[in-house]
C-alpha cells in the first residue's frame, strides 16, 4: 500500500505534496527532471530500514502545487519547508538538477548536516566558449506544446532519434509530457552549465560527491569541481553506472555515507 501524502506550505503558500516511510535521522531525496516523488520508491524503500526517509512532488509537479513567477529562491523555500516538517536538521541526496537544488539550499544556510549529490549536471565544456541553450525548450511551452517541450529537452541532454521515439512509445511517456512545463526550473538551476564555485564553497555539510564510470565526460569534469569546489567534499565514481544510476547500486553507497 502506498504510503499516506501528507503536504507543507511553502513561504509564498504554495502546496508541497510529501510522502514520508521509515525510522532514524531524516533523510530527504530530491529528484531532476522528470521525476516526481514515486520516483525514488526503490531508494526509499532500502533506506526506509536506515532513515526516516522523505520524498516530494516538486512545484508543479504531482500533487504539489505551483506558483508563479518560479526562482530557484522559491524552490529552496519548499525544501526549508520540508526540512520545517521533517524536526528542523536533514540529511539530503540530490540526483541531476535535484542535486542541484540540494546544494543550492545548503549554500543558503538550509539546516542540512550531510549531503549527497550525483551528477548534477554542469555540462559546460571549459574548452568550448559556446553559450548553452535550452534546445527550444521554452518556446515549445509557451507554444502549448509539452510533447515537443519534452522532446527538446531529450535532445538537449544528448539523447538521439531512436531512444527519443522509444521514450515516446513507453507507458510512462504521458507522466513525462504532464511535467514538462517544469522543465525550466530544472534549466534555471543549470544556468550557464558552469559549476558555481564561490556558492557551493558557502557549504557547510559534510558532502559526497558522485558520478558514473560510464556517464559522458561533462559527467566527471562536474563532479570534480564540485568535490574541490565544496569545503571537505569527497568524490566517488560509482563504476559501471550512467546518469541513470541503479537505485539498488546507489542505496548501500548511501546508507554507508550518511549511515
Wanted: glycine share 10%.
Amino acid at each position: 500500500m502506498p504510503d499516506a501524502t501528507a503536504t507543507v506550505q511553502s513561504a509564498d503558500g504554495t502546496t508541497i505534496a510529501y510522502e514520508e516511510a521509515g525510522e532514524g535521522r531524516p533523510l530527504i531525496v530530491i529528484g531532476g527532471a522528470f521525476n516526481h516523488r514515486h520516483s525514488a520508491d526503490v531508494l526509499k524503500e532500502q533506506l526506509a530500514p536506515h532513515f526516516t526517509v522523505y520524498v516530494h512532488d516538486r512545484r508543479g509537479r504531482g500533487e504539489s502545487g505551483d506558483t508563479a513567477p518560479y526562482s530557484i529562491e522559491r524552490e529552496v523555500e519548499d525544501v526549508d519547508a520540508l526540512i520545517a516538517a521533517a524536526g528542523g536538521s536533514v540529511y539530503v541526496y540530490g540526483h541531476s538538477s535535484g542535486a542541484m537544488l540540494a546544494m543550492e539550499a545548503a549554500s543558503r544556510g538550509s539546516a542540512i548536516t550531510k549531503l549527497a549529490v550525483y551528477e548534477p549536471p554542469y555540462t559546460a565544456d571549459p574548452d568550448d566558449p559556446t553559450p548553452l541553450s535550452d534546445g527550444g525548450v521554452q518556446a515549445a511551452i509557451d507554444a502549448g506544446d509539452r510533447e515537443l517541450a519534452a522532446e527538446n529537452f531529450m535532445r538537449l541532454t544528448g539523447m538521439d532519434e531512436n531512444s527519443i521515439q522509444w521514450v515516446k512509445q513507453a507507458p510512462f511517456w504521458p507522466g513525462m509530457v504532464a511535467m514538462a512545463h517544469t522543465l525550466p526550473y530544472d534549466l534555471a538551476l543549470t544556468g550557464d552549465g558552469r559549476v558555481p564555485t564561490d556558492r557551493l564553497a558557502a557549504i557547510t555539510a559534510s558532502t559526497l560527491v558522485m558520478d558514473g564510470g560510464t556517464s559522458p565526460g561533462w559527467a566527471g569534469r562536474a563532479a570534480a569541481s564540485v568535490a574541490a569546489a565544496i569545503p571537505g567534499a569527497r568524490r566517488l565514481t560509482v563504476e559501471g553506472q550512467d546518469h541513470g544510476v541503479d537505485q539498488t547500486v546507489l542505496a548501500p553507497l548511501l546508507a554507508e555515507f550518511f549511515g
